[in-house]
């Protein structure tokens, strides 16, 4: 079946620091590969997404690859700030039925000014 | 537009109670999802329905039954609370058509907890 593996948080970054998250997948097929964000007390929002290999996802200075090679789709953000402090996950969709989406665990992220 | 919104934002159940939860969409979007989210686990699919009067079971169906009668609405029903049904729960939306192009919108989560 098919699996999301998210970097365990939480993650306390100081403002202006970089940002990594890693994201590892298993999955059927050539899957769609999404990162979401959750800030407190609100639903998901579509962050970023990339639907083949090599494909570079990008929106509001963050960035994510996707990497057939290491079945990898990290997130990076050069400069954090503290409005990005959510908790972001990493997420894809196989080509099968319905296109349910399977989550990664999710990661906490803090910054702090 | 309103999107994806849900009703009620909170709720508190005792063990053996029933409710439904209420999604709505207004995007005339074909496809609608049930999560939950519970801590250290990410969000998991309890059904989902491809289509008005469609349903099919997620990842996570037990003690959940849901139904699809108008295109803007999903239903989740409990016909007897647990405890462990402890949880936020999303809906989410979509339209239909190629895999993973298509973005799924999430509404705002009701919590719900049970006595």
């Known amino acids: 079946g098919n699996s999301v593996t998210q970097m365990e948080g939480p993650v306390t970054l100081s403002e202006e620091a970089f940002l990594t998250i890693n994201c590892t997948y298993t999955?059927?097929?050539?899957?769609?590969l999404f990162w979401y964000v959750q800030y407190p007390g609100e639903g998901l929002q579509l962050l970023l997404k990339a639907t083949k290999a090599d494909d570079k996802g990008s929106n509001k200075g963050f960035e994510a690859t996707y990497r057939k090679e290491t079945t990898s789709f990290h997130l990076e953000k050069g400069s954090v700030q503290v409005s990005d402090s959510a908790v972001y996950f990493c997420a894809l969709i196989s080509s099968g039925s319905a296109r349910q989406l399977t989550f990664g665990s999710g990661t906490q992220l803090t910054v702090l000014p | 537009n309103a999107g994806v919104t849900q009703t009620p934002k909170f709720r508190v159940l005792k063990t053996g109670q029933s409710m439904t939860l209420l999604c709505a969409q207004d995007m005339n979007h074909e496809y609608m999802y049930w999560y939950r989210q519970d801590p250290g686990m990410g969000l998991r699919l309890i059904h989902y329905s491809v289509g008005e009067g469609t349903t099919a079971k997620g990842e996570v169906p037990d003690g959940y039954n849901v139904s699809r009668l108008k295109k803007q609405n999903f239903l989740l029903g409990l016909e007897s609370a647990a405890p462990s049904q402890t949880s936020v729960y999303f809906c989410?939306?979509?339209?239909?058509?190629?895999?993973?192009?298509?973005?799924?919108?999430f509404g705002p989560g009701t919590r719900l907890t049970v006595l």
């Open positions: 989410a939306s979509s339209l239909a058509g190629t895999s993973g192009n298509n973005e799924q919108f």
């Open positions: 999955a059927t097929g050539y899957p769609s």
